[in-house]
């Protein structure tokens, strides 16, 4: 009893405050009145019109409330009211909360204490994200849930009060508010600083979207006064207004913001801007499908977890539309893409699930991406190769290729099977990107029976202050990638183009190029073998002279160099492989320094070496690395012996593991 009138009290405050302050300062969360937003004609608001028409604001909001507890609902997709679970996480962030412990950052935990009156400027550490973060509310999802479930009545107090105190100390036009009550120049500097952070489209859109969950799941309860419908309703709608005016650029940004406008229109459809709320995310989204998306099905910003990331944008908004009868208003081509998009999905991924970490990407966990196949699959249900891995090959069928192209991106997927005693190397050399994307065309991983020998260094961390982007850096660095280099420095350029694709089921042979810099030009061409050979040509030529180096980024474990330069990795279960690379001069080993981070802010040190020769200016240099399993047909020495006439457009090589030999060559 006496937290609700602690609530009621508060909200009191502030609208006296605002009252008082007219007209200079404009009505809390927004300068419009909630009832010119809303759409008064439509019949079922008539008795919130006829109390508005009388002035009698207060009965409006009655009226109101009792309308939208008794509407025709409105399928939230995504939400189903019957069947509301709360994780172990979810529990955590609720209760932490409680406490205003807030859930700002998977990577910064445990959760930083943000006062008991709330400081929303609080920045323990200068990493962007952090706080920006923090305005995407993470935990407040939860404490509905919590809420929902165990109508435990402090998880809802906790929500109103929090996002009420949000609301009061994140106006969005507190520069100006700054500036009429005469602040400092300091203080309009903070201000402006703070609403930068709080509201970025991309966090407003986050608001946007899981403000409707949070609704759907507490407006029921008697503490869901009419004063915070109000309030609600207007700073929703306020998002919805300021996103309409400032949507990103371009990107996953983007993607995101429009389907949470085309959810805010389809969910609130009693505001007067509501269609064109939702249209604008439909046209969007549309657009965008086309420029976002390359005809192989790969999302331009080349990260794997954007790319996933895109699809639920996709399927999410096309499942809203459908589940309240806009599906129309999508064209055929744009589910065809999505389709394409999911292929892609599959073919990245190893055969436990594990995903190669370019760019930005970080480890995804088995069931989780299990759970997003099975979604894709119910908008998909003839996708047979998409219900297998969805069921992990309960259902549906394996596709009738192991080695997959996907030539406009740059993804090749070099694969003897899909099963967990294959090799796979996925190798990334791709168009010039952006965002999340990494110089380290021509770098990949080799996956086998279980184990990556050569993950990707992963990201780390995304921005900040001068330390935090120096730690971003460190693993953006092409060196740390498993490709060439020119006296270690990054590419200048990022634009591999294919020479030659060619899958067949003893081998697969792929030739990238890139003009990895100005002066130098790096072709890769790849032979892989159904026993899990991998044989690696490089060719640097070119005006530059300085040293060439290729690189090689080890997983966590032992590793030995034989006195030959051979490296060995020594894994106690036996699943290991041999490395020798020889070149046109003698090779020199430089060790160096090694990290790889399957998380935020999470890193493990690797060994990692480099196999470098000088280049004069002009001259045509090649190095040929053969990576082997280390299994009992392929002891002894690794002898590597290139054809005498190779040529830019014509090689072979002769190589012998052990017992065994093989030969590989291409032509162009
Ligand atoms: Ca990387």
Partial sequence: MKRILMIGCALLAFATAAAAAEPVKPALGDEKSLYDLLDLERPE????????????????????????????????????????????????????????????????QPSYFYGDDIDWRYWPVRDNELRWQLHRHYWFIPLAKCYYLTRDNRYIDAWIDQYTDWVKKNPLDGVERLKAAGASEEEIAAERENIRFAWRPMEAGRRLQDLLTE?????????????????????????????????????????FEAQRMLFAGIYFPEFREAAEWRRSGIEILNREIGVQVYPDGMQFELDFGYHIAAIDIFLKALG???????????????????????????????PDYSNPMFGDTKSHDKASLKKQFRSWSRVFPDDHQLQWFASEGRKGALPDYTSQQFPAS?????????????????????????????????????????????????????????AVLAQRNWFRQTRVHNTLTLDNRNLDST?????????????????????????????????????????????ATGAAAGTVGVHFNLCPGKVEFAKDGTLRTLFDDGNNIRIKST???????????????????????????????????GESLWLITVITPDDDARKGSIAIVPDQENTGSRFGVAIRVGGKTYRFGYEL
């Fill in 320 to 350: 809203m539309a459908r589940q309240n009868g806009f599906e129309n208003e999508f064209p055929a081509s744009y589910i065809e893409t999505v389709g394409k998009m999911t292929t892609v999905t599959w073919n990245l991924l190893f």
């Fill in 45 to 108: 608001l008539k008795n919130v019109k006829k109390a508005v028409e009388k002035g009698n604001i207060p009965a409006a909001d009655k009226e109101l409330l009792k309308y939208f507890r008794t509407r025709k609902p409105v399928q939230l997709f995504g939400l189903d009211l019957e069947n509301i679970k709360v994780s172990k996480l979810e529990q955590r962030q609720a209760d932490e909360a409680l406490e205003h412990k807030f859930y700002a950052h998977k990577g910064y």
């Fill in 583 to 617: 070149g046109s001069a003698p090779l020199k080993i430089q060790q160096e320094e090694g990290w790889v981070s399957n998380a935020y802010r999470k890193k493990e040190e690797r060994p990692a070496y480099a196999v470098e020769m000088p280049k004069k200016a």
């Fill in 215 to 255: 609704f759907a799941l507490t407006i029921q309860s008697p503490r869901f006064s009419p004063e915070f419908l109000n309030l609600f309703l207007r700073t929703y709608r306020q998002h919805a207004d300021h996103i309409l005016h400032n949507y990103s650029k371009q990107g996953n940004h983007l993607l």
């Fill in 495 to 539: 634009d591999s183009k294919l020479l030659l694709w060619k899958a067949a089921p003893e081998e697969t042979v792929l030739v990238t190029e890139n003009p990895s810099y100005e002066g130098l030009t790096h072709r890769r061409a790849f032979f892989a073998t159904q026993d899990g050979l991998l044989v690696i040509a490089d060719l």
């Fill in 410 to 466: 740059g993804f090749y997927v070099l694969r003897t099977g899909w099963d967990t005693d294959a090799t796979v190397t996925v190798v990334k050399a791709g168009p010039p990107a952006f965002w999340h994307n990494q110089p380290d065309n021509g770098t990949f991983d080799y996956w086998r029976r279980g184990r990556n020998f050569f993950p990707d260094s992963g990201s780390y961390v995304y921005g900040g202050d001068s």
